[in-house]
């Protein structure tokens, strides 16, 4: 080896431990950069050089290279928080609207259901006796019916405002989701254009970031092509397909008020989302609430159908046939009958056309539906029928809450194991730097003294 | 394992926020008093409130029914209690009327006396609470009785009000005059699927067309006719409480049929009721039990014994005619009406001391109820406040130990 080599040598062993001490800056640059990978330089020794003498030959070396930048990353644990992230995505879209849910029907209070229900009943018993035909006690059940319907109404149409409110984030959330599909095309475009053999690694923490923000969206199947791009689909309907993105669309059909979600051949894909916020979302809209409407209606509809039954025995003050107590027929459309709500003479609390002022034997049976089980095939009172929504409604809450803190300790602890294996610690890094910059002084110091050496040998001319 | 200055503060920061979270929640409950805020953070509490808080409901409206419902009896008390009185004095003037020798002008005082008690019976059995007449039974608004010369009406109806002071359990009210004073009365003992149906629909056997009469006493029967395929029982109801016999009908109504009532309104033996159908034998009367065509009764008759108010007046003719003859037998009778008035009183005092009984239950029930609603949804203050001051504690520590290992680093001693 001449000396020149031997300079060169220095040169090039100054010059790794440089892109060494670069990345070392790059790792404490983002030492708070979520989904960071920390990167390592791998170092090579040179090629040696063959050294053939009259005695033998031999090999010397010819010092140091930068082979690779390496990301320090485990892939399955990445597929693990992707899978986890939907899992929570869902589970926190259902708890903190189950807690609006729970807002909604206000229990228990003085101001629910419940206690209208009460209220409403104990209102006829007043009138059943010892006076019937008084008409504060009269006014007290029109007062009290009012109540009611209105209670079952407002908490009716909270619920379909509820189901509004989730369909617009539906929209949103659509939008979010194209936003990331594009991101991770434009990311997957990149990733191909840069040369095989160099490493993208910033690049596919991007990427991997991305991913997690979608797995909390919307369920996905994510498939490694041979140029480092990732295909997107969701129960087989592409969604990115190396550097293009298919978007999601959202529309209304005539059969619903509600937005459904389409592939980018338009077709409806409700039924093939199953995970993340946005089928927490879908689940929200279309079936928990569909099943307290439901409720709502099945009990507002008995009362209605029961209570004027039972009213259209008696007689009002006026000796006339009762009319409807209530008209409509499910919580959205209950009302106390107008001529009723006007006149308090028409509430039919006589079972017989003559003595109505005295006889309140029908606001008697009315008050004494609330001890009959009218619900579920008879077996609920009203009352206990409302019991029972309130109840649901608490444990399916406290239920997702439940998941919720759950899947969040494990969602934690995988971040956790990533940040551990991924993350930068500064200790490492300057300790790192603090090897890099005394093999870098000490190859300056080579370079320095083999520039003496190549000095004394000129003075020697 | 390796620690990275990301996992430090990634952990520090789920610690923190952990700690914190458990602190504001046992916060919560110690602002509150209470073991939710909503149910979803106590199911099982919350509903049991919720059931607790509807029987409280329940318990308060009984309660508020004892209060209002008391009154009445407490009048009605009061009023029979004169009545009693009343009766006591002029069964002293009676005997005396009868026993001694009077002439003619001292047993018209004696008259007069039982014609004054007759009116002040009335008036008390006429009297009001609440702007409602205590002894009309659902003749709350009509005036129950009316005399007019020697004649009392009974205007109200012959039911007993009842009010139910706790779950299930009902109170007799309000007795209706017609069993304090005594009228006829017949039920008929078939009842039809409906009062509305037309009676064509119900009955096979009748024919048509059809009529029956009614009479009280010794007045003139009133002749109703019947048309099976245009009538209904209620039909037949107004018609004969429209016609301005001394009869009031009712259609009474039990185990799902409805049945026919007659009342006379004529209070007394002279009120005496003779329903005759004319059918021969198949009409709607005979059909429902209640009288066949020779004027014989063969619904259910109130067990009728002795009117008070007749009894009275007839003591009362007779001592005006300075007549004593029979006396002793009139005696006899105000005497077993009397009993029954007696008896009606006491029943009256009972129904008061079960409403007190109530009254009682209701108040241990509402103290039960209240303590329960208070173990379920209020938070034990002690192990609340200490749980607080635990957290407090741990999250005191978090912040202590984290500040600490957020200042560690190489960097300090290079």
């Known amino acids: 080896m001449s000396l020149f080599s031997a300079l060169s040598l220095g040169t090039r062993s100054m010059q790794a431990q440089q892109r060494a001490m670069e990345v070392t800056g790059h790792n404490l640059a983002n030492v708070n950069t979520e989904s960071y990978s920390r990167q390592r330089v791998a170092f090579v020794s040179g090629n040696p050089q063959t050294i053939l003498t009259p005695s033998g030959s031999f090999q010397l070396g010819t010092g140091v290279d930068v082979s690779s930048v390496d990301r320090i990353h485990d892939d399955f644990l990445e597929a693990q928080i992707q899978s986890e992230a939907q899992d929570l995505g869902y589970y926190q879209t259902q708890y903190s609207n189950y807690k609006i849910l729970e807002t909604s029907f206000n229990e228990p209070s003085d101001s629910g259901i419940a206690n209208a229900l009460d209220e409403f009943w104990q209102s006829w018993k007043k009138v059943a006796a010892p006076n019937p035909g008084d008409k504060g006690a009269r006014e007290e059940v029109k007062v009290k019916a009012v109540q009611l319907t209105d209670t079952l109404k407002q908490t009716y149409n909270k619920l379909v405002d509820l189901q509004k409110n989730i369909d617009s984030a539906i929209g949103t959330k659509v939008i979010e989701i194209n936003s990331n599909l594009n991101k991770i095309a434009s990311l997957n475009n990149q990733i191909a254009n840069v040369p095989i053999d160099a490493d993208a690694n910033d690049l596919l923490d991007k990427r991997d970031q991305i991913l997690i923000d979608l797995s909390k969206q919307i369920n996905f199947t994510a498939t490694l092509q041979a140029n480092r791009t990732i295909d997107i689909s969701t129960a087989g309907i592409p969604l990115v397909v190396d550097n293009k993105a298919l978007l999601l669309s959202t529309g209304v059909t005539s059969k619903s008020l509600f937005l459904e979600i389409r592939d980018s051949s338009n077709i409806n894909i409700n039924s093939s989302i199953n995970n993340g916020e946005i089928a927490g979302l879908l689940n929200l809209r279309d079936t928990v609430i569909e099943e307290y409407k439901k409720d709502l209606n099945t009990l507002s509809s008995k009362i209605i159908s029961e209570v004027n039954e039972v009213h259209h025995q008696g007689y009002d003050l006026n000796g006339a046939k009762g009319i409807d107590f209530f008209l409509g027929d499910s919580a959205s459309n209950i009302t106390l009958h107008p001529s009723i709500k006007g006149n308090v003479t028409y509430i039919a609390a006589s079972s017989t056309k003559e003595n109505t002022n005295g006889n309140g034997e029908i606001a008697d049976k009315i008050s004494g539906l609330q001890n009959k089980s009218l619900l579920d095939n008879n077996t609920y009172t009203v009352s206990e029928f409302f019991q029972n929504i309130i109840s649901k409604q608490a444990n399916d809450s406290s239920y997702s809450k439940k998941l919720v803190e759950g899947q969040e300790t494990l969602l934690n602890g995988l971040k956790g194991r990533k940040a551990s294996t991924s993350g930068v610690s500064i200790d490492e890094e300057m300790t790192n730097l603090v090897q890099y910059e005394q093999s870098y002084n000490a190859a300056a110091k080579y370079v320095s003294t083999i520039n003496q050496v190549i000095d004394s040998l000129m003075q020697m001319i | ?414």
Not at chain 2, 142 to 168: A, L, M
Not at chain 2, 210 to 233: Q, R
Not at chain 2, 280 to 301: F, H, P, R, V, Y
Not at chain 2, 343 to 369: K, M, P
């Open chain 2, 1 to 414: 394992m390796r620690v990275s200055n990301s996992y430090i503060f990634f952990s520090l920061k789920n610690q923190l926020s952990s700690n914190l979270e458990n602190l504001y929640n046992s916060q919560v409950k110690v602002n509150s008093g209470k073991k939710y805020v909503l149910p979803s953070d106590d199911p099982t509490s919350a509903v049991t409130a919720l059931r607790i808080k509807h029987s409280l409901n329940l318990n308060s409206y009984y309660k508020e029914r004892q209060n209002y419902t008391k009154p009445y009896l407490q009048i009605a008390d009061t009023q029979l209690t004169t009545i009693i009185n009343t009766i006591r004095t002029v069964k002293v003037d009676l005997n005396m009327a009868s026993n001694s020798t009077n002439d003619n002008s001292q047993l018209a005082i004696v008259a007069t006396k039982i014609d004054k008690a007759i009116d002040s019976i009335v008036t008390t059995a006429n009297a009001k609470y609440n702007n409602t007449f205590l002894f009309g039974g659902y003749g709350t608004n009509t005036t129950p009785f009316v005399r007019t010369g020697d004649q009392v009406k009974y205007n109200g109806s012959g039911h007993t009000v009842q009010q139910e002071i706790n779950k299930d359990i009902f109170a007799d009210v309000m007795i209706p005059g017609s069993k304090i004073f005594e009228t006829h009365t017949v039920d008929s003992t078939i009842g039809l699927a409906s009062p509305d149906a037309k009676l064509s629909t119900m009955l096979n056997s009748v024919g048509s067309p059809y009529s029956f009469s009614i009479k009280t006493g010794s007045g003139t029967p009133a002749t109703f006719s019947v048309n099976y395929t245009t009538d209904s029982l209620q039909d037949i109801v107004t018609r004969i409480n429209n016609s301005g016999v001394d009869v009031k009908a009712n259609i009474k109504e039990a185990n799902g049929m409805a049945y026919l009532t007659l009342q006379s309104k004529i209070v007394g033996e002279s009120g005496a009721l003779t329903i005759t159908d004319d059918s021969s034998g198949n009409g709607l009367l005979k059909a429902i039990s209640l009288a066949d065509e020779n004027a014989a009764i063969t619904g259910t008759q109130s067990s009728y014994s002795n009117g008070l108010l007749d009894t009275l007046i007839a003591a009362k003719n007779k001592l005006q005619i300075g007549d004593t003859t029979g006396l002793s037998d009139l005696i006899a009778k105000i005497d077993s009406a009397n009993d029954n008035i007696l008896n009606i009183t006491a029943n009256v005092g009972y129904e008061i001391q079960r409403i007190e009984t109530a009254q009682s239950f209701s108040s241990d029930e509402e103290f039960r109820l209240k303590e329960l609603l208070s173990d379920t949804e209020g938070i034990d203050s002690i192990g609340a406040i200490t749980e607080l001051s635990t957290l407090q504690n741990a999250y005191e520590a978090a912040l202590a130990t984290s500040a600490r290992i957020m200042k560690l680093s190489l960097l300090n001693y290079i």
